[in-house]
């Protein structure tokens, strides 16, 4: 059983910046997948950016040169660095794992508007 917690959205102006955080019950360093969805308003589920167990990280085109993975395996957290937001970045964020099965957090609102 894995658990993963977010923090970190908020309301922020177009052209700003934030930093969600997920922590992780396990060990992500054994995870074959862990990373970063979101669901806007009357959209579906869209991945944002995750890293694969082979090292491959894959980031949405509508989110590349602007948002940034990362992770820090001690500490079994996951960050996604959100720079450059624009008002379509607006959504609930979810942080995602695979180990065996899928699992999601509870999710953290993201609104950009001034």
């Known amino acids: 059983q894995v658990q993963l917690v977010e923090s970190g959205g908020g309301l922020v102006q177009p052209g700003g910046s934030l930093r969600l955080s997920c922590a992780a019950s396990g060990s992500i360093f054994s995870f074959a997948a862990m990373g970063w969805y979101r669901q806007a308003p009357g959209k579906q589920r869209e991945l944002v950016a995750r890293?694969?167990?082979?090292?491959?990280?894959n980031y949405a085109d509508s989110v590349k040169g602007r948002f940034t993975i990362s992770r820090d395996n001690a500490k079994n957290t996951v960050y996604l660095q959100m720079n450059s937001l624009k008002p379509e970045d607006t959504a609930v964020y979810y942080c995602?794992?695979?180990?065996?099965?899928?699992?999601w957090g509870k999710g953290t609102l993201v609104t950009v508007s001034s």
């Open positions: 995602y794992a695979l180990w065996g099965m899928d699992y």
């Open positions: 890293f694969t167990i082979s090292g491959i990280i």
